[in-house]
C-alpha cells in the first residue's frame, strides 16, 4: 500500500529532485519521512488533497497524496 | 522622479506650519526610501539626547518606491524614530492599504515634528493638508475611530489611530490601520501619542509615475504568475502565518510559559486547523498581496471581531501565557489592537508578571486583585486593560516595559524578563536554536525576528552549533528581509512562497529608470544595517556590546519542557557567535563598526565623527 | 464576455484595480480603473467587488450613441464621441461606469482580463 509524498522547494534535494515519492503506507508521516531519507524536522506541515493541514503525527490510508509544506523562513 | 513622488511632508505640531519639500535625489540614490530614508533622517534630524516624547524627537512615516505598485507585496510602510522603550533606534513596519494612498496624494514621506497643544489628526486630501481638531476622539479605540472617521471623511480615506494606550504613553503603544493591521513594536504609537496626534487620514487620486511602463508591467505580472504557481502557495494563503506554530512546537520553538520551554502541552488546540475553522471569515490581504495572510476572525465566544491571532500573537498571547482557547487568544489579541498595544511586548510582560506571581513575588493584591497564574484568560485580559490605562500599580508598572518592570521589582526577576535593548523578545525560544539567539541579540531595534528568521537554518545545521557560517547566514538575512522595509513591500513572498529575488532589481529599474543591481540592493541594505547601528552607537551612552547580550533566560536556565527540555545555550557560546558575527560585519570587538567599514559604505562623511 | 467576481474570494488587496489603471491608460493608478472593492469592515468583514455584467444600459442610455460593443461583446466608450452628460455613469446598476476631472471620457469595463491574473485567490474570472 504506497502513499504518495510531494516535496516542495528545498524539500526536494532530499529524493534527488524529484516532484514526488512513493512511500508505503502503515506509519506516521514522520516514520514515512524517514524511509523517504526526508528530514522530518525541516517539514512545516503536511497539506492533505482536501487542502487540511496536518501535523507529522498523521497516519495516512493508502492512496493518499500528501503535499509536504517546507519550513521557509518564518514570520 | 520615477517611482516617487517627489514631494515630502513636513508638519510642525508645535506651531502647527506645513510644509512641503522636494524629495532630495542624492538620499533616495543612496537610502532608496521606507526604512532607508527614516534611518537617514533619523540620523539627520534627531539629536542625540532627544527625549523621545519631547518636541525634539520626530516620526518619520515612509512608504518605499515599490509601494502603492502593481509589484507583488506593494504594500508596506515605515514608521522611524527614537524608541520610547529602549532610547534607540526603532521602526516598524506596516501593511495595508495606507503606504500607497500616501503615494498617490503625493509624498515619499511625511515628517512629524514637535508636540501638538492639543490633541489633532493629520488630514491629508492630496494637496490639502490640515491639522484637525481631535479632541472629541480622544480616548476612543483604535477601530472605533477608524469606523468612524470612514462614516465622517469617506471610504475613500485610510486611516491610522492611536488608542488610548498611545494617549496614555505606554512604551510599547502601536499604531493601527485598516481594522487589524498595526506598526506594532519599538513605540512608535508611543510617539504618536507624546505629539498628540490621534490618527492620519489620507485620501489620494493621484497615480505613480512610472520609468518603463510596459516592462515594469510585465516584470509585475510575471512575479505575480510565480507567486499563484508556488508550491506552498495553497497553504500559505489558507493559514497565514499560523501554519508554523505546529513546527515551532514540534520543535521547542513554541514560547511557552514565559519561555520556560519552546513546546506546550495544549498546543495542538491553537495549531492552524483548529484556527481556520473555529473563528476565520476572510483571508484579507494588505495592497497588492496575491498571498493574504491576514485571517479576519469573528469569535462567537467573546462577540468580537480581529485580524488576527497571527503567529506572534498565538505565541505571545497563547503559549506564553499559558491560554489554549483560541477564541481567548482572538479577544487578548482583539483587546490589544482597540487599545493600542503591541501584542508581542504586551504578551512578554503579562507572561513576565505571571512568573512573578507563581514564584510569590507578585502578590494578588499588587496584581489589583487579578489571580495571574498562567493560562487565566480573564487575567490576561484584565491586565491588558490595566496596562493600556495605565491603571493601578501593576498595570502602570508594565507599562513601562519588562526591563524596567525587572528593575524595579528586582528579587531576581531580571532573570526571566526576557528582552534584548529592552524590547520583549518576539515568539520563538531560544534555548537551543543559537543562529537564532544571534538574531535575536543583534537585531537593531531590540528583539524581535523580523530582521532575520534562522532556525530553519539551525535545525538543519546543528541546533546549538557555534560556527562562523551561522553567523553569517544571520548576516545575510539581515541585509536582505529589511531591504523589503527599504523598498516599501512585503518580504513574505519571497519568503513563504520562495518568489525570486531576482525580481527586485530589474523591477525598480523598469519602476525608476535608474541602472540597479541586486548587489547595489544588498550594498543599501547594508549602508541603512551600519547606520541604523551608529544611532545606537550616538544616542545611548555606553553602547556597545553589553546591549547585544542575550536575554538570561536562554544561556543560564535549561528548557522546562518539550524537545529542547534540558537544554540551553551556555553563555559563552553566545559571545563566540558575537566574534563572529563582528568580525565578519567589520565591527570591533565592542561591536562598533570600523571606519574602514563605514568608507566602504559611504558612510564615513555622515557618521564618521561617532565611529570606533 | 464578461468579468465575475466572487466576493467570498476577495482579500482586498486591490491588485485588479492597479492592473486594470495600467490596462486602460498605461498609469498606475487604481482610482482610475474599470471595477471597485467595497470593504464592510469591521462586521460582517468581508469584500464586495463591483464588476461590469455587460448588460448595456450604458448604450441604451447615451444620447450620442457613443458606447460600442467590441469583438468579444464588451461595450466600450469611444472617447472622441462621449459629450460626458454622465447618463451613462447614473445609470449602471453596478455604478462601474466611472468619470474624473483629468480625463475628458468616461470609462467601462473591456473585459481584457488583466485583473484576473494578478487576483491571488482566483477570485474573479471571465466567461459568457
Given at each position: 500500500m504506497s502513499v504518495t509524498v510531494v516535496p516542495v522547494g528545498g524539500l526536494k534535494g532530499y529524493v534527488g529532485g524529484?516532484?514526488?515519492?512513493?512511500?508505503?503506507?502503515?506509519?506516521?508521516?514522520?516514520?514515512l519521512l524517514e524511509q523517504a531519507g526526508i528530514d522530518a524536522a525541516l517539514v512545516a506541515a503536511v497539506l492533505r488533497e482536501d487542502d487540511e493541514l496536518v501535523t507529522v503525527d498523521y497516519r495516512p490510508r493508502a492512496g493518499e497524496t500528501l503535499k509536504l509544506i517546507a519550513v521557509m523562513g518564518g514570520g | 522622479m520615477n517611482g516617487y513622488t517627489g514631494r515630502i511632508l513636513r508638519v510642525n505640531l508645535s506651531d502647527g506650519t506645513i510644509t512641503t519639500e522636494r524629495t532630495p535625489r542624492e538620499v533616495m540614490r543612496d537610502y532608496l526610501g521606507g526604512r532607508g530614508l527614516g534611518a537617514y533622517l533619523l540620523w539627520t534630524e534627531v539629536p542625540a539626547g532627544a527625549d523621545p516624547l519631547g518636541?525634539?524627537?520626530?516620526?518619520?512615516?515612509?512608504?518605499?518606491?515599490?509601494?502603492?505598485?502593481?509589484?507583488?507585496?506593494?504594500?508596506?510602510?515605515?514608521?522611524?524614530?527614537?524608541?520610547?522603550?529602549?532610547?534607540?533606534?526603532?521602526?516598524?513596519?506596516?501593511?495595508?492599504?495606507?503606504?500607497?494612498?500616501?503615494?498617490?496624494a503625493g509624498y515619499d514621506s511625511i515628517i512629524l515634528e514637535g508636540v501638538s497643544d492639543e490633541p489633532v489628526y493629520?488630514?491629508?486630501?492630496?494637496?490639502?493638508?490640515?491639522?484637525?481638531?481631535?479632541?472629541?476622539?480622544?480616548?476612543?479605540?483604535?477601530?472605533?475611530?477608524?469606523?468612524?472617521?470612514?462614516?465622517?471623511?469617506?471610504?475613500?480615506?485610510?486611516?491610522?489611530?492611536?488608542?488610548?494606550?498611545?494617549?496614555?504613553?505606554?512604551?510599547?503603544?502601536?499604531?493601527?490601520?485598516?481594522?487589524?493591521?498595526?506598526?506594532?513594536?519599538?513605540?512608535?504609537?508611543?510617539?504618536?501619542?507624546?505629539?498628540?496626534?490621534?490618527?492620519?487620514?489620507?485620501?489620494g487620486t493621484g497615480g505613480i509615475p512610472i520609468a518603463d511602463v510596459d516592462t515594469f508591467t510585465r516584470l509585475s505580472r510575471e512575479a505575480y504568475r510565480e507567486c499563484k504557481e508556488a508550491d506552498g502557495f495553497k497553504a500559505w494563503t489558507r493559514y497565514g502565518t499560523m501554519i508554523v506554530t505546529s513546527w515551532c512546537d514540534k520543535n521547542g520553538a513554541l514560547p511557552t510559559r514565559n519561555f520556560q520551554s519552546g513546546s506546550f502541552e495544549d498546543a495542538a488546540d491553537i495549531y492552524a486547523p483548529v484556527f481556520r475553522h473555529s473563528i476565520v471569515v476572510t483571508d484579507k490581504g494588505c495592497f497588492g498581496c496575491p498571498s493574504p495572510c491576514g485571517k479576519y476572525s469573528h469569535s462567537k465566544k467573546h462577540d468580537i471581531y480581529v485580524e488576527g491571532p497571527e503567529y506572534e500573537t498565538n505565541g505571545m498571547l497563547?503559549?506564553?501565557?499559558?491560554?489554549?482557547?483560541?477564541?481567548?487568544?482572538?479577544?487578548?489579541?482583539?483587546?490589544?489592537?482597540?487599545?493600542?498595544?503591541d501584542t508581542i511586548s504586551a504578551g512578554g510582560c503579562i507572561a513576565w508578571a505571571m512568573e512573578c506571581y507563581e514564584k510569590g513575588i507578585l502578590d494578588q493584591e499588587q496584581a489589583d486583585g487579578l489571580d495571574l497564574r498562567f493560562g487565566n484568560a480573564e487575567a490576561t485580559f484584565g491586565l491588558i486593560e490595566r496596562i493600556a490605562k495605565r491603571q493601578g500599580w501593576l498595570g502602570n508598572l508594565l507599562a513601562e516595559g519588562v526591563k524596567h518592570a525587572a528593575a524595579e521589582v528586582g528579587q531576581g526577576s531580571e532573570k526571566w524578563a526576557v528582552h534584548v535593548k529592552g524590547m520583549e523578545q518576539s515568539a520563538y525560544d531560544t534555548h537551543s536554536a543559537t543562529s537564532m539567539l544571534l538574531a535575536y541579540m543583534t537585531a537593531d531595534v531590540g528583539a524581535h525576528h523580523n530582521r532575520a528568521w534562522a532556525i530553519t537554518y539551525d535545525i538543519a545545521e546543528g541546533r546549538d552549533e557555534v560556527s562562523p557560517k551561522k553567523a553569517a547566514k544571520v548576516i545575510e538575512l539581515q541585509h536582505i528581509r529589511p531591504l523589503m522595509d527599504v523598498l516599501g513591500c512585503c518580504r513574505l513572498q519571497w519568503v513563504e512562497l520562495d518568489m525570486s529575488l531576482d525580481h527586485y532589481a530589474p523591477v525598480m529599474k523598469a519602476l525608476t529608470g535608474v541602472e540597479i543591481s541586486w548587489e547595489d540592493l544588498l550594498q543599501i541594505s547594508e549602508r541603512v544595517w551600519n547606520l541604523t547601528r551608529m544611532i545606537w552607537v550616538r544616542d545611548v551612552e555606553g553602547?556597545?556590546?553589553?546591549?547585544?547580550?542575550?536575554?538570561?533566560?536562554?544561556?543560564?536556565?535549561?528548557?522546562?519542557?518539550?524537545?529542547?527540555?534540558?537544554?540551553?545555550?551556555?553563555?559563552?557560546?553566545?559571545?563566540?557567535?558575537?566574534?563572529?558575527?563582528?568580525?565578519?560585519?567589520?565591527?570591533?570587538?565592542?561591536g562598533i563598526p570600523t571606519p574602514e567599514t563605514l568608507?566602504?559604505?559611504?558612510?564615513?562623511?555622515?557618521?564618521?565623527?561617532?565611529?570606533? | 464576455m464578461r468579468l465575475y467576481a466572487d466576493n467570498a474570494k476577495c482579500s482586498g488587496c486591490r491588485a485588479c484595480?492597479?492592473?486594470?489603471?495600467?490596462?486602460?491608460?498605461?498609469?498606475?493608478?487604481?482610482?482610475?480603473?474599470?471595477?471597485?472593492?467595497?470593504?464592510?469592515?469591521?462586521?460582517?468583514?468581508?469584500?464586495?467587488?463591483?464588476?461590469?455584467?455587460?448588460?448595456?444600459?450604458?448604450?441604451?442610455?447615451?444620447?450620442?450613441?457613443?458606447?460600442?460593443?467590441?469583438?468579444?461583446?464588451?461595450?466600450?466608450?469611444?472617447?472622441?464621441?462621449?459629450?460626458?452628460?454622465?447618463?451613462?455613469?447614473?445609470?449602471?446598476?453596478?455604478?462601474?461606469v466611472y468619470s474624473r476631472p483629468d480625463v475628458d471620457y468616461v470609462w467601462e469595463c473591456?473585459?481584457?482580463?488583466?485583473?484576473?491574473?494578478?487576483?491571488?485567490?482566483d477570485a474573479l474570472w471571465l466567461a459568457d
Open positions: 524529484r516532484d514526488q515519492v512513493e512511500v508505503n503506507s502503515g506509519g506516521t508521516i514522520q516514520e | 518636541p525634539e524627537n520626530k516620526l518619520f512615516i515612509s512608504p518605499g518606491p515599490l509601494s502603492g505598485t502593481l509589484f507583488p507585496g506593494a504594500g508596506k510602510m515605515d514608521f522611524t524614530t527614537r524608541s520610547p522603550l529602549t532610547g534607540g533606534y526603532a521602526d516598524a513596519s506596516m501593511g495595508g492599504m495606507l503606504t500607497a494612498e500616501i503615494k498617490y493629520l488630514y491629508i486630501d492630496d494637496d490639502t493638508v490640515e491639522l484637525r481638531d481631535a479632541s472629541e476622539y480622544w480616548g476612543m479605540g483604535s477601530f472605533a475611530l477608524e469606523e468612524r472617521l470612514k462614516d465622517e471623511l469617506g471610504e475613500a480615506f485610510q486611516i491610522a489611530t492611536i488608542g488610548p494606550a498611545g494617549e496614555n504613553l505606554v512604551k510599547y503603544a502601536c499604531i493601527n490601520h485598516d481594522f487589524g493591521r498595526q506598526a506594532g513594536r519599538g513605540g512608535v504609537g508611543t510617539v504618536m501619542g507624546a505629539k498628540n496626534v490621534k490618527a492620519i487620514a489620507v485620501r497563547g503559549s506564553d501565557v499559558g491560554l489554549s482557547d483560541i477564541e481567548d487568544i482572538a479577544k487578548a489579541n482583539q483587546l490589544c489592537d482597540e487599545l493600542g498595544l553602547f556597545g556590546r553589553e546591549w547585544d547580550a542575550p536575554a538570561p533566560r536562554f544561556v543560564e536556565e535549561p528548557a522546562a519542557s518539550g524537545p529542547t527540555e534540558g537544554q540551553f545555550t551556555p553563555a559563552e557560546a553566545a559571545q563566540q557567535m558575537l566574534d563572529y558575527y563582528y568580525d565578519q560585519r567589520g565591527w570591533d570587538e565592542n568608507e566602504r559604505l559611504g558612510l564615513a562623511d555622515l557618521v564618521g565623527a561617532h565611529s570606533s | 484595480l492597479v492592473a486594470c489603471s495600467l490596462h486602460l491608460f498605461g498609469e498606475n493608478n487604481p482610482k482610475k480603473a474599470a471595477l471597485s472593492i467595497v470593504p464592510h469592515f469591521p462586521a460582517p468583514g468581508t469584500f464586495e467587488v463591483k464588476v461590469c455584467t455587460q448588460c448595456g444600459q450604458c448604450a441604451d442610455v447615451c444620447p450620442v450613441d457613443a458606447i460600442h460593443q467590441n469583438d468579444e461583446g464588451a461595450y466600450y466608450v469611444d472617447p472622441d464621441e462621449c459629450t460626458l452628460c454622465m447618463l451613462c455613469v447614473d445609470e449602471c446598476p453596478e455604478g462601474v473591456d473585459a481584457c482580463g488583466d485583473c484576473v491574473d494578478v487576483c491571488g485567490p
